[in-house]
């Protein structure tokens, strides 16, 4: 069995930050993996570890600098990394879905997985659409919003739990192959052990460009422009408490006393 | 311009983010003086088509297609109604099901895709407002291009209301049962045990802020000084900090407090729809950008690890070493 994850690399933005024309200026962003990407790792490791053949591969769209998020991944135990980066995706600032969807497809044609995990959204666009549109472009089948994941390699179907607003689930039965997005929370992802850290160091990442994937930068083109980014003005009124912590504590004891939360 | 919204029911009942949609919708096909269609999708069919009926929806389309969500069922009849309608623009809902959909509709109809919007405009041009970065910033994206489809964010519009005589006209989408390779085998709800956070008066939250799991102790510390009850936001609950009946949030609780105090928690939108309605909001955040600000009616900008142990000891209480 072959399970392909798509890995991203997210940018946070700091406290205080400035903006320079249409993005956040550079050096107020830290680089991180997306956050449900980790747990979709950890959705794929631990289907390697029941002990059948099962071989585990990372593909990420992005610049060298994502390596450092990819050998994340390695180092948790996924076996081998694929990079796909090219000039003509430098400073489009932000890929549109279609673009991403073709360039992960393109892999996928070339890796023959029988299962794609991939975050439910990256952190920072949060579009929250890059695993569907995936599976639409491939012909696989798929479930967004995954919390819950039963399925032993060798299987023909999984059995998920999708995990729907106001503490509800979806029973869904996926034929495989599937894509699946996977929600926080629906396991615990491990860290790197050492070892691992050291093994991540021999491991493949495969840098590719558009080229080695039989695209162009034709797949860039995108009806879509961002023409805005700034930050909201803030709809806030609230009465911020002032002075060293010990008077902030004191002025928002009284606060619950005079709201009666306690008494005297 | 010609708006086509798709509608969303769950386990009999049509979601509010229907008639947010024929908001939003209306709002969009207002800017050209043209037409609202909506649609739904299985279930009560012709039950939901009326009461969708509500002011400045022109068409109410009816899929009798299955009871419940199916994805493959629901990619297949929007793109079939598509076709027939050949909408301007196609608005479905920022929901888990809309993730679940959405995106392999706008793949296989080849139109541009903008997820999650606050806001959208069109003056030929289709403008959408979105949020980046935990809500941090916000952009503009145009699209150029004729047709294109748009999520909504559940709560930003009002809900239409009213009744407005609207066509009501069945649709067969002939769906090919062969493509449906999905199958939804039933419905679970979480949480329950020992305390219902939603019936609380005072809620202490805890959010990522916290750090580690033995911090813990002091904010649960405050909440008995308190007499208050413990909820957190999602990744305390994913961290196994605590259970998951104390999370707040669209996927957990909505509660309504007298008053909430969020510590440490930035107030992401998913967290926001389930604590909104709390009457007093209180926020200790050290930034004071956070969008928990946006709600706070009174905010400490400051450590936690300062404030609430001064916050115990204001009531003579002592708190716990972490
Ligand atoms: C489909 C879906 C459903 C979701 N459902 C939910 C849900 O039901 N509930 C929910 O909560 N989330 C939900 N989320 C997750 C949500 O998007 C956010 O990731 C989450 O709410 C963030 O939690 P947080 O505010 O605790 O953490 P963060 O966003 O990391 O915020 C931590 C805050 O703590 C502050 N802080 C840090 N250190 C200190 C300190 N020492 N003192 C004071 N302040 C400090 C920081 O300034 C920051 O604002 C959902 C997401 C998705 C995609």
Do not use: C
Not at chain 1, 16 to 35: H, K, P, S
């Amino acid at each position: 069995m072959k399970i392909l994850i798509a890995v991203t690399e997210v940018a946070e933005v700091e406290d205080d930050f400035e903006i320079d024309g249409l993005a956040v200026a550079d050096q107020y962003l830290d680089y991180d993996l997306n956050e449900w990407d980790d747990y979709a790792i950890e959705a794929g490791v631990q289907l390697q570890e029941v002990g059948e053949e099962v071989e585990v591969v990372s593909v990420t769209v992005g610049p060298e600098r994502s390596e450092e998020t990819i050998r994340m991944g390695l180092a948790k135990g996924v076996d081998r990394a694929i990079r796909v980066w090219d000039d003509a995706l430098e400073g489009e600032g932000q890929l549109g879905v279609e673009t991403k969807a073709d360039i992960l497809a393109a892999v996928a044609e070339d890796e023959d997985p029988d299962l794609v995990l991939t975050g439910v959204q990256s952190n920072d666009d949060a579009f929250g659409a890059t695993g569907v549109s995936l599976a639409d472009e491939i012909g696989f089948e798929w479930a967004a919003v995954v919390n819950d994941l039963d399925l032993e390699p060798g299987d023909d179907v999984a059995s998920v739990h999708r995990e729907l607003e106001g503490g509800v689930e979806e029973l869904t039965d996926v034929e495989l192959p599937a894509v699946l997005t996977i929600q926080t929370g629906i396991n615990e992802p491990r860290y790197a052990s050492l070892r691992g850290i050291r093994q991540a160091q021999s491991k493949e990442i495969a840098p590719k460009d558009l080229a080695d994937i039989g695209l162009d930068a034709s797949v860039t083109e995108s009806p879509i422009t961002l023409t805005q980014l700034y930050e909201p003005e803030t709809e806030s009124d609230a009465t911020v408490f002032e002075g060293s912590p010990d008077e902030e504590a004191d002025q928002l004891a009284d606060l619950l006393r005079d709201k009666g939360v306690v008494e005297g | 311009m010609t708006v086509l919204a798709i509608a969303e029911h769950r386990r009999g009942d049509l979601r509010d983010v229907s008639f947010e949609l024929a908001t939003a919708g209306r709002e969009l096909a207002d800017a050209t003086d043209g037409d609202l269609h909506l649609a739904v999708i299985g279930g009560a069919v012709e039950e939901f088509a009326d009461r969708l009926d509500r002011e400045g929806v022109d068409v109410v389309h009816t899929i009798d297609e299955g009871e419940e969500f199916n994805h493959d069922v629901y990619t297949q009849a929007v793109a079939a109604l598509y076709d027939e309608v050949e909408p301007d623009t196609l608005l479905m809902p920022n929901s888990v099901n809309g993730l679940d959909y959405a995106p392999a509709v706008a793949n296989r109809l080849s139109l541009p895709l903008v997820t999650d919007a606050i806001d959208i405009e069109s003056d030929g041009v289709l403008s959408v407002t979105r949020e980046k970065y935990g809500s941090k910033v916000e952009t503009v994206v145009e699209v150029d291009a004729n047709r294109a489809a748009v999520t909504v964010r559940p709560g930003e519009w009002p809900p239409a209301e009213g009744t407005n005589g609207a066509e009501i006209q069945e649709f067969d989408a002939e769906i090919d049962e062969s493509t449906v390779h999905s199958t939804v085998t039933g419905f679970q709800e979480v949480g329950g045990g020992d305390v219902d956070i939603s019936e609380a008066d005072v809620l202490v939250s805890v959010g990522r802020g916290i750090e580690e799991e033995e911090n813990i102790a002091l904010v649960e510390a405050l909440a008995d000084t308190l007499d208050a009850t413990l909820s957190s936001s999602r990744p305390i609950v994913d961290n196994g900090w605590l259970p998951k009946n104390r999370q707040v949030g669209q996927s957990g609780k909505v509660v309504t407090p007298d008053v909430y105090i969020a510590i440490g928690i930035s107030g992401a939108v998913q967290h926001v729809a389930g604590m909104k309605g709390a009457e007093t909001i209180v926020a200790i955040n050290t930034d004071p950008n956070a969008p928990i600000y946006d709600l706070a009616d009174y905010g400490v900008v400051d450590d936690l690890f300062d404030v609430v142990p001064a916050l115990i000891e204001a009531f003579g209480g002592e708190p716990p070493e972490v």
